[in-house]
């Protein structure tokens, strides 16, 4: 499971000393000490679906692994893979993988069945029918969001007229973009999910449209990416952190983006000015995903316990290859006598002034400091502006991300911006005040 972006990826043992993997991503790293623990070879990596969110590990397991690769034939994928269409089936040496057309989070979406002989064990529903929802259906495009979701219920109610016992394994989770609710499971049985999962209890189609379309929130930009680069395919080695002096980052300056993955309270310290604040965390790459540029060099500000593999393999599963590291981290930027910044954290009893909350929609309408100006931190790039040019308190739901929008407003030029260490509950509890909701 992939913590940080929400999916889920399978090991199915064959049981003759090979495996299937599904909808793995181009980090290989875990499956490979999956596999290796119980002494298996990828013989089968199948792709429910061309990922928005993720970059696919298929393709590199083909080359290096001799891996067949089953996917959809309508997604045309430009590399060798057998190209499968609803009904067809593969034999995996006893076990066999049946492909379902269950179009919706994508045109050629396919849920994958497993059978022992007949009898179906369990469904690999991808983006479609996911643990107490469906997966969102705007990814293709803003114009076809309602066609899709009219098709993503037709293969809901396709995949809901399986035996109630069938394990249905999604590959969309809790934490991911793709729409999910949070905390669920990550797996479940169609008959569980017809009991409990409201939208397969939808009285008729329009009901279920109104519902899904209502539960769609932002999604980071580079989902409109990574399809088409899964379409055509990826291959890389071990990505890396080649290092850089302080003087070559300075002459790439004007062209590069530094990336600062320390935690907040380090930030806040002291930090090359301009700097990006993105703590690596599980959630790391969603966020360098939605505030980075993606088509320039990033150079990585680093703390020396922190791990540089991480980094950059958290970087490279959402496309982003042309990374490099500052050479010391800030212990050379600071030795070389160059400028510096910092941020001033403040603690919830501290808050004083106007306040920026720029969590999510729904997460700002459940709960937040009286008269809080709303921006959610995705849109904040667009709307620096926006943002009044006076003394302000920059808040989340614990400083990560205020931190990533206190370096954004800092690099437009705003003054005396600071960072709350806490989130509404931490207010309300240090203050005594209630909170409002709704937007």
């Not at 540029?293 to 290859?321: C, F, M, N, S, T």
């Amino acid at each position: 499971m992939d913590e940080g972006l929400g999916n889920s990826a399978y090991l199915v043992d064959l049981g003759d000393g090979r495996a299937l993997v599904v909808d793995v991503s181009l980090d290989l790293r875990d499956v490979g000490r999956a596999a290796q623990r119980r002494g298996l070879s990828v013989a089968f990596a199948a792709d429910t679906h061309l990922h928005a969110d993720f970059l696919s590990g298929a393709r590199q397991l083909s080359a290096s692994e001799g891996t067949r690769v089953l996917a959809s034939a309508a997604g045309h994928r430009e590399f060798t893979h057998n190209g499968l269409h609803d009904g067809d089936e593969v034999d995996l040496g006893g076990l066999r993988l049946r492909a379902l057309g269950t179009p919706g989070h994508t045109d050629e979406h396919l849920s994958f069945l497993l059978l022992d002989g007949d009898r179906p064990l369990g469904v690999f529903t991808g983006g479609s029918l996911i643990v107490g929802a469906a997966a969102r259906t705007d990814l293709v495009s803003p114009d076809r969001t309602e066609e899709l979701a009219r098709a993503q219920y037709a293969s809901l109610r396709r995949l809901a007229e399986l035996p109630d016992d069938v394990a249905v394994w999604p590959t969309h989770g809790a934490g991911s973009f793709c729409s999910a609710p949070p905390g669920a499971d990550r797996t479940s049985t169609i008959g569980r999910e017809k009991a409990t999962n409201s939208l397969l209890r939808a009285p008729d189609e329009d009901a279920f449209v109104e519902e899904l379309l209502g539960s769609l929130g932002s999604y980071p930009p580079y989902f409109r990416r990574l399809g088409e680069i899964n379409r055509h395919g990826v291959l890389t080695g071990t990505p890396s952190l080649p290092r850089l002096d302080v003087s070559a980052v300075r002459r790439l300056a004007d062209g590069a983006r530094l990336i600062d993955v320390r935690p907040l309270a380090e930030f806040a310290a002291a930090h090359v000015p301009g700097a990006l604040s993105i703590p690596l965390r599980p959630v790391f790459a969603s966020w360098l995903g939605w505030l980075a540029p993606h088509d320039v060099p990033l150079i990585v500000v680093r703390g020396a316990d922190q791990d540089p593999a991480e980094i950059a393999w958290q970087a490279a599963k959402i496309g982003y290859l042309d990374l490099a590291e500052l050479d010391g981290g800030m212990d050379a930027w600071t030795a070389a006598e160059l400028p510096i910044a910092t941020t001033r954290l403040v603690s919830p009893a501290e808050v004083r002034g106007p306040v920026l909350d720029i969590r999510q929609s729904a997460e700002f309408a459940s709960g937040h400091l009286p008269g809080a100006q709303h921006v959610e931190l995705g849109d904040l790039p667009d709307h620096v502006d926006d943002v009044p040019r006076e003394p302000l308190v920059v808040m989340c739901g614990h400083g990560e991300r205020a931190m990533g929008a206190a370096s954004l407003l800092e690099q437009a030029g705003h003054r005396d911006v600071a960072v709350l260490t806490g989130g509404p509950g931490d207010w309300a509890a240090a203050t005594g005040r209630r909170l409002e909701s709704g937007r």
